[in-house]
């Protein structure tokens, strides 16, 4: 299960890292921040979230990715299991969104529309069962 906890570890920093660098004004793996911010947030806005709420999402996810190994140090702790609950079901709503016609059509800005459809919606979902797949593991 180590193997599983470094992916999803890995995972998650390497997203993480992004949004920094998006927080920092980066604007891979786009040409502009207007072309960046259709092809990650598709809701039609003409920039970027402030670089603030860039630091925030990256805060989080790279604490979401210390969880595999807190799962694997600590799995008969209850607040690291309900962490991990917690944080499977984020990404799993997250994942699922992706397909909801409401969400769809709040988010229909291509290239976010394809993008979400093809690749974030189901990473956040690989990453919502790899979670509870280390979880079940670790129990």
Same mark, same amino acid.
């Given at each position: 299960?180590?193997?599983?906890? %470094?992916?999803?570890?890995?995972?998650?920093?390497? !997203? &993480?890292? $992004? @949004?920094?660098?998006?927080?920092?004004? =980066?604007?891979?793996? +786009?040409?502009?921040?207007?072309?960046?911010?259709? &092809? #990650?947030?598709?809701?039609?806005?003409?920039?970027?979230? +402030? *670089?603030?709420?860039?630091?925030?999402?990256? /805060?989080?996810? /790279?604490? $979401?990715?210390?969880?595999?190994?807190? !799962?694997?140090?600590?799995?008969?702790? @209850?607040?690291?299991? %309900?962490?991990? !609950? %917690?944080? /499977?079901?984020?990404?799993?709503?997250?994942?699922? /969104?992706?397909?909801? *016609?409401?969400?769809?059509?709040? @988010?229909?800005?291509? *290239?976010?529309?394809?993008?979400?459809?093809?690749?974030?919606?189901?990473?956040?979902? #690989?990453?919502?069962? =790899?979670?509870? $797949?280390?979880?079940?593991? +670790?129990?």
């Amino acid at each position: 299960m180590t193997v599983l906890a %470094a992916l999803l570890s890995l995972a998650l920093m390497a !997203i &993480a890292a $992004v @949004h920094a660098y998006w927080g920092l004004g =980066g604007v891979w793996p +786009e040409k502009s921040a207007a072309d960046l911010a259709r &092809a #990650v947030v598709g809701d039609g806005r003409p920039r970027m979230p +402030e *670089p603030r709420t860039c630091f925030v999402v990256a /805060a989080l996810l /790279a604490g $979401v990715g210390a969880w595999p190994w807190l !799962i694997l140090a600590r799995p008969d702790s @209850h607040f690291v299991v %309900a962490g991990g !609950i %917690a944080i /499977a079901a984020v990404f799993l709503l997250r994942g699922l /969104a992706g397909y909801n *016609p409401r969400w769809r059509r709040r @988010h229909s800005v291509e *290239p976010f529309a394809t993008r979400d459809r093809r690749l974030y919606s189901p990473l956040c979902m #690989v990453l919502a069962a =790899g979670m509870l $797949v280390l979880m079940a593991q +670790e129990m």
